[in-house]
């Protein structure tokens, strides 16, 4: 977060009572990020830059390349944990929202890792028109051959 491993973290102060807007940044190659401020909700109120009908959220997925930003409002003279798992649970990274730098947020273990399906990935192929033949379809059993079964072999073997 900000370039502080998650063993350090990164720390935004704020005084109780106003408002801190925050800009979340998804500089990964690969990884999508679940995002949330333990004890706090946020509003987004724009993404990739462009302004949004605010929504208030208790968390939020982030994707490769895109920026949230968004408003929280602490009430408490406490510290707060912002904290962003990646989406496999591989690892995280987190900061802390205070308003004394001494006090420190305690930091959650990750959520349990989701078990994804195709089509929680967005290939549920018999939504996309012209692919209703494939509903209900089953494996043959047959042994794959020609480009399929080399695409297959090459997959395996990294």
């Given at each position: 977060m900000n370039g502080y491993a998650p063993a350090e973290g990164r720390t935004g102060?704020?005084?109780?009572?106003?408002?801190?807007?925050?800009?979340?940044?998804?500089?990964?190659?690969?990884?999508?990020?679940?995002?949330?401020?333990?004890?706090?909700?946020m509003t987004v109120v724009a993404a990739d830059?462009?302004?949004?009908?605010?929504?208030?959220?208790?968390?939020?997925?982030i994707g490769v390349a895109e920026t949230y930003d968004v408003i929280v409002a602490p009430r408490?003279?406490?510290?707060?944990?912002?904290?962003?798992?990646?989406?496999d649970?591989?690892?995280?990274?987190?900061?802390?929202?205070?308003p004394d730098p001494s006090l420190t947020a305690k930091v959650p273990g990750p959520d349990p890792r989701p078990i994804l399906t195709h089509l929680d990935m967005g290939m549920g192929m018999t939504a996309m028109p012209g692919m209703k033949a494939m509903k209900g379809m089953k494996s043959s059993g047959k042994k794959m051959t020609g480009n399929m079964a080399r695409y297959m072999w090459s997959i395996k073997r990294r």
């Open positions: 102060r704020f005084k109780r009572g106003e408002k801190v807007g925050l800009r979340f940044i998804n500089g990964s190659a690969m990884s999508f990020f679940d995002v949330c401020i333990h004890g706090l909700t830059g462009q302004n949004i009908e605010p929504v208030t959220v208790d968390e939020f997925r408490d003279d406490r510290a707060y944990c912002v904290f962003a798992q990646a989406m649970r591989s690892g995280y990274a987190r900061g802390t929202l205070t």
